[in-house]
């Protein structure tokens, strides 16, 4: 499996903007269904945006118009740039890979790579 990392995260006051990074290795992006997910204390892994090896991006309903998922293939790494934070936003954030597909997925047990997560906190 592809190794990834993320970076980026941190403490931000509501209404500020961060920009998440998930390094890859042991594998190429370019060929990968890239994925963030978000994981809040006591709740389960939510899907955030994903970004296809063709360049379809899709995005959950909580992030949509906040958020922008993008890819930089020649340096094997993924970004998640979040603006607009609310305090709800605040949790750990993921990046997952898997292989391509053209199916629409935002089932978490359907990717086979993750990272250890970076955690996002929004004050209010």
């Known amino acids: 499996h592809v190794q990834l990392v993320e970076s980026g995260g941190g403490l931000v006051q509501a209404g500020g903007s961060l920009r998440l990074s998930c390094a890859a290795s042991?594998?190429?992006?370019?060929?990968?269904?890239m994925a963030w997910f978000r994981q809040a204390p006591g709740k389960e892994r939510e899907f955030v945006a994903s970004s296809s090896s063709g360049g379809r991006t899709y995005y959950g309903d909580s992030v949509k118009g906040r958020f922008s998922i993008s890819r930089d293939n020649g340096k094997n790494t993924l970004y998640l740039q979040m603006s607009s934070l609310a305090p709800e936003d605040t949790a750990s954030y993921y990046c997952?890979?898997?292989?391509?597909?053209?199916?629409?997925?935002?089932?978490?047990?359907?990717?086979?790579?993750w990272g250890r997560g970076s955690q996002v906190t929004v004050s209010s």
């Open positions: 042991g594998g190429t992006l370019g060929s990968l269904l």
């Open positions: 997952a890979a898997r292989s391509n597909t053209v199916r629409l997925i935002l089932d978490p047990r359907e990717f086979a790579s």
